[in-house]
């Protein structure tokens, strides 16, 4: 883990055309280099629809942009969505609990989670999904993920302002 430098991210946020992509992009490098991931989601909170809609991901064909997971009243939502608190499991099974696509997390190599919430004048925007080995996310990688909220609330941004996926 290395202190956030969010020069490249910067430059990507400012930069015309190709957004909110080269936005998240640039979230998605900045979080391999701050936490650590190997499957990353970013994925908009709508509580009209009740779904979590997904604006980019590093694996198009497990977790296609624009696919959905139903929002539903889970022990999850409420740490994440009502609370606003970052969720952190370390282990397939505790994935298992509260994802039902636990099975292909975990084929993908992934058996570790935390959805870090974007919240911006009270209300969780979205979240941002970070998945990796058994019990990497410690402590310390969750308090780093912290630094990813700010750039996570402008990708979010940029992609109401260019219509949304």
């Known amino acids: ?12 946020m400012a930069a015309a055309g190709n957004q909110p992509e080269a936005a998240c992009e640039a979230l998605y490098k900045l979080t391999q280099d701050t936490v650590g991931v190997k499957l990353f989601t970013i994925t908009i909170n709508d509580p009209v629809a009740e779904v979590a809609r997904r604006i980019y991901t590093n694996m198009p064909e497990a977790y296609p942009v624009s696919g959905t997971k139903p929002a539903d009243k889970t022990d999850w939502s409420r740490q994440v969505i009502d609370e606003k608190r970052t969720f952190v ?77």
């Open 1 to 12: 883990m290395q202190k956030p430098d969010y020069q490249d991210f910067v430059r990507a």
């Open 89 to 165: 499991a370390n282990t397939i099974a505790d994935i298992a609990a509260v994802f039902p696509d636990h099975e292909l997390i975990k084929s993908l190599g992934c058996e570790s989670v935390i959805n870090v919430p974007v919240v911006v004048e009270g209300e969780v925007l979205a979240t941002i999904n970070c998945l990796h080995e058994a019990g990497f996310y410690t402590p310390e990688r969750v308090a780093a993920s912290e630094a990813l909220k700010l750039p996570g609330a402008v990708c979010v941004m940029l992609n109401d302002r260019n219509g949304g996926i």
